[in-house]
């Protein structure tokens, strides 16, 4: 590994499980730091998870590339206790149990600090270490809908969230940046810290303009618009004639008229401050009327915020996918199976430049 790497020398130990803490350690390692993912016996629970090949899952094998595999059984107080020296020598600590959990097995982040004060400790959580929901169990889709956001889900039509934005959004990238953060305060001071990351906490950042119109109501401001939520024909997902989608995004003027002329809406219908719903309707039909290889080709020509809904496998062989290298590294599996590995929103120069690396393995 290059040592001018940006976390060449640092070491992390990883003792997070499923989504948002490996994640975050997975980034760490792909910018040069040497993590060591800490498992009980049978391993953590994401070992299990499916698809597998050879007896090792692939999405654990994704998160936890190129990381080294330690095993400890935290009932045991003497393997905890030989977890000492690892401590001593180690940068960063990343913790995903429930809050008091580590603080039980003597891992607390008193109890680390006293063997190593220059150590940053992050603790992941849904909803923090303090608090009256401190103890609450959940998953990314209960944060989700704790902050508030799944409110403005059409009842008659609820739907899943497509992407962790609790888990990456709110535990992965909040930890990344303040592990980063305390790495710089720690050169002024000299000093470890603790991080506390509620992962529901950033729910509310990704509801930013939910609150400046919850707030702007409730201070009289001026409204000129329905809300972030209100149905207009410019920023919608329309059915095609063969059930794929068109998401279209034209807000802006300039967007909106091409977009009204690519799809051919008539004239007496672009104002859409006349009457939004007549407007969305007639654009519906519009775009119901023909199948997705139709509008593609009109709408990549027009340029105007508006696109089909790519499927995972035309998204995949996207040429301009291919040709920023998202997926040329590898993540190597058992019986001399390669996957690529999961793309990171890391600069390239930043990143170490094996392409093939394997995950930890459990002992025996």
Same mark, same amino acid.
């Given at each position: ?42 391993? %953590? ?49 990343? %913790? ?29 959580? !849904? ?37 962790? @934005? ?49 707030? !702007? ?49 008539? %004239? ?23 199948? @997705? ?54 600069? %390239? ?16």
């Amino acid at each position: 590994m290059s040592p001018t790497l940006p976390l060449s020398g640092l070491v992390v130990l990883d003792f997070s499980t499923l989504l948002p803490g490996p994640l975050a350690a997975l980034m760490l390692a792909e910018a040069g730091a040497e993590v060591i993912k800490i498992e009980r016996p049978d391993g %953590e629970s994401m070992r299990g998870f499916s698809p597998q090949i050879g007896g090792t899952a692939m999405p654990f094998a994704m998160l936890n590339r190129g990381k080294q595999g330690y095993v400890v059984d935290f009932k045991d107080k003497a393997q905890v206790e030989a977890l000492r020296p690892l401590i001593a020598r180690a940068d960063i600590l990343i %913790e995903q149990f429930r809050p008091g959990v580590m603080a039980r097995h003597g891992l607390g982040y008193d109890d680390v600090k006293a063997i190593n004060p220059r150590l940053i400790y992050c603790s992941i959580s !849904g909803y923090g270490q303090e608090g009256p929901r401190a103890q609450e169990a959940g998953h990314d889709l209960n944060f989700v809908a704790t902050a508030g956001l799944l409110a403005d889900t059409p009842v008659a039509n609820p739907a899943l969230p497509p992407v962790h @934005a609790a888990d990456i959004g709110g535990g992965t990238m909040p930890a990344v940046i303040n592990i980063l953060l305390a790495l710089l305060q720690r050169d002024k001071t000299g000093q470890g810290c603790r991080i506390d990351i509620g992962m529901t906490d950033a729910m509310f950042t990704f509801g930013w303009l939910n609150l400046a119109y919850h707030w !702007g109501r409730a201070a009289s401001a001026t409204i000129t618009h329905a809300g972030p939520t209100a149905e207009s024909p410019r920023y919608r997902l329309y059915p095609t004639a063969d059930d794929r989608l068109v998401a279209c995004g034209s807000l802006e003027d300039k967007f909106w008229e091409t977009f009204c002329t690519a799809v051919g809406l008539p %004239e007496d219908l672009q104002d859409d401050t006349k009457d939004p719903a007549a407007t969305g309707a007639a654009i519906a039909a519009l775009v119901r009327s023909q199948p @997705a290889s139709h509008w593609g080709p009109i709408l990549k020509a027009a340029n105007c915020c508006a696109t089909v809904v790519a499927t995972l496998e035309e998204a995949l062989a996207d040429p301009h996918f291919v040709n920023r290298g998202l997926f040329r590294r590898r993540v190597a599996l058992a019986e001399g199976v390669e996957i690529p590995a999961l793309p990171l929103p890391l600069a %390239e120069g930043f990143r170490r430049p094996e392409t093939v690396l394997p995950a930890p393995k459990l002992p025996g």
